[in-house]
């Protein structure tokens, strides 16, 4: 295997002959949000796009549910496209579902090529004087720090002990015994409330995502601040001084046109935190 050899995935309904790409990070300009960090001169990105959930035939989204499969992320962005009104993005979605196919058939190849990005990604940071920093599952959620280099038998986070990888996930059985350079948020869906609570109650911080960029005084008692300022979520924490030892809710906008329209209770709505506000008011 290597750069340009074809692969046969399936994409948007159609059969096509996908030809391994030259990188298979993507940098941080290339996602609106994490170029925000950007900006911020601290630290240089690097972001994995996996395709989510049973997209590409493997499941990288073992917790998704309903809601977070109808309003993925994958489908906003440069994945949002529409087509006699349906939304569809094939250059986008064949990316992901051939990277997630190198991945899982190609293993010893993927890791290879892989390393060899981050290698290169380390040198340029370091003539830029910036830190590195990783988002292996950008529109997934596989456990990297379970998955090991067939050739070294190690993981991507112990290779790279002085690279910050951050995620988030809904699989609150990787929030224990986390790596210290791999940085955890949980993920909020209409179907984990218990979870998310348990998650804050360890001091995990949660994302939860709201229709506009409007959000309440407090999530269920924990404190609430903006998610969309940045992407560096393991400097959440440092930046907004929190030292409670509980975890904070992550305010996050949703984003692309379906989010905009879910009724599945993954996105909260205004009215939803609104009446709990006034109702709270009101005991008060």
């Known amino acids: 295997m290597q750069v340009g050899d074809k692969i046969k995935i399936t994409a948007d309904g159609k059969?096509?002959?996908?030809?391994?790409?030259?990188?298979?990070?993507?940098?941080?300009?290339?996602?609106?949000?994490?170029?925000?960090?950007?900006?911020?001169?601290i630290y240089s990105t690097k972001a994995l796009h996996l395709a989510p959930?049973?997209?590409?035939?493997?499941?990288?989204?073992?917790?998704?549910?309903?809601?977070?499969?109808?309003?993925?992320?994958?489908?906003?962005?440069?994945?949002?496209?529409?087509?006699?009104?349906?939304?569809?993005?094939?250059?986008?979605h064949r990316s992901r579902i051939g990277k997630?196919?190198?991945?899982?058939?190609?293993?010893?190849?993927?890791?290879?090529?892989?390393?060899?990005?981050?290698?290169n990604?380390?040198?340029?940071?370091?003539?830029?004087?910036?830190?590195?920093?990783?988002?292996l599952n950008c529109t997934s959620d596989l456990p990297w720090e379970k998955i090991k280099d067939p050739s070294s038998r190690k993981s991507l986070i112990e290779l790279y002990p002085n690279v910050q990888f951050y995620d988030y996930t809904k699989i609150l059985s990787r929030l224990n015994?986390?790596?210290?350079?791999?940085?955890l948020n949980f993920s909020r869906s209409e179907s984990n409330e218990k979870e998310v609570i348990k998650a804050l109650e360890m001091g995990i911080n949660v994302c939860v995502v709201f229709l506009k960029d409007e959000y309440p005084s407090n999530y269920k008692g924990y404190r609430i601040i903006d998610g969309d300022k940045t992407d560096l979520r393991f400097l959440d924490n440092k930046f907004f001084e929190n030292h409670t030892g509980k975890g904070i809710v992550v305010g996050l906008k949703s984003k692309g046109w379906k989010?905009?329209?879910?009724?599945s209770g993954f996105v909260i709505l205004p009215e939803?935190?609104?009446?709990?506000?006034?109702?709270?008011k009101a005991v008060a």
């Open 15 to 41: 059969t096509v002959n996908w030809k391994v790409p030259i990188y298979l990070l993507t940098p941080g300009h290339g996602n609106m949000k994490i170029a925000k960090s950007e900006k911020l001169g």
């Open 53 to 92: 959930s049973t997209m590409s035939g493997y499941n990288t989204c073992p917790k998704a549910s309903k809601g977070c499969k109808a309003v993925c992320l994958t489908y906003s962005g440069q994945g949002q496209c529409y087509r006699q009104g349906e939304l569809y993005n094939s250059r986008v």
């Open 100 to 119: 997630t196919i190198l991945l899982h058939e190609h293993k010893a190849f993927f890791f290879k090529k892989l390393k060899r990005e981050i290698d």
């Open 121 to 135: 990604f380390i040198i340029k940071c370091a003539k830029k004087g910036t830190k590195p920093a990783i988002r």
């Open 177 to 183: 015994n986390v790596p210290e350079n791999y940085f």
């Open 259 to 263: 989010s905009k329209k879910d009724l």
């Open 272 to 280: 939803q935190w609104k009446e709990i506000e006034n109702i709270q």
